[in-house]
């Protein structure tokens, strides 16, 4: 139920808003050459080369790190991550981990994030996930809560 | 300078309480016959088979998902997990999460956790991690914050 409302507040969004084609999907490296970085700088400067991020591409595969892409007119409007983490308990479930999500400056107020985290709830749910976390700031969890979200958790960090 | 402080604190408190000898390793398919469901049953019951906990073993394994388990006097007292994450951003940076600390209701107090714990954070420290993050309930923090980690983020959470 909370993903139907969370994907019935998404499209609501998206059509009441200034409607800018807009298409979701898995990274691919050639991203790299339609602004990725630019997207995640939102967050923190990636500060990496086209070379080393096409190497932290492959090391996020292998680590099964899934990353997604909003694209507007081709360029890279917005970014979200996954991982999918099988679970002894709850009878061997998943729980979907989202991170980084984040939207390019050019591309804010139009929905980029929403339909993002739309997408990532849906992979969630096709892989069986009995719930999806993600860890943020307090400043943004009223966007997390419209989307069906609540709070659960402290988020504690240790810096090595 | 956390992590050697964590890693003092564990030493102190293992030498400061009764001292049963205490092994920490990553998992393996056999730590199912040594009572690996009962100690992280603590947390949830996992409600497995045997063979069903080692497809889901498997599947952690492919997932990228690292267990670890303390042992006493071969029996497992305790578990941990853990997942690397390699991010774009802190220029290619990796993330340590830790998952599912647990320790068997007949092994408590023996500083078990904090064990498990300190090794998780060494690997960590290996494998290059900036920082290592974990999601938790408000009354298990001071034992986290005893081991160098303060209050970060919120933890948000939906159901599918």
């Not at 050019?106 to 976390?133: D, F, T």
């Not at 966007?143 to 504690?156: D, Q, V």
Request: with cysteine.
């Amino acid at each position: 139920m909370n993903l139907t409302r969370s994907i019935a507040y998404y499209i609501l969004k998206r059509m009441s808003e200034e409607l800018l084609p807009l298409t979701v999907r898995m990274m691919d490296a050639t991203d790299l050459r339609r602004g990725f970085l630019a997207a995640l700088s939102v967050l923190k400067p990636a500060e990496l080369t086209d070379e080393q991020a096409l190497e932290v591409f492959r090391n996020r595969m292998q680590a099964r790190v899934q990353t997604y892409v909003a694209l507007i007119d081709d360029r890279i409007a917005g970014t979200a991550s996954l991982f999918l983490e099988p679970k002894f308990i709850h009878g061997g479930g998943i729980v979907g981990h989202i991170e980084d999500v984040a939207t390019h400056a050019a591309y804010q107020k139009h929905g980029v994030g929403a339909s993002l985290v739309a997408e990532l709830l849906s992979v969630c749910r096709r892989a069986g996930c009995y719930k999806v976390i993600l860890d943020c700031d307090e400043q943004v969890i009223p966007f997390y809560e419209k989307l069906g979200f609540r709070r659960w958790e402290h988020t504690l960090r240790i810096d090595l």
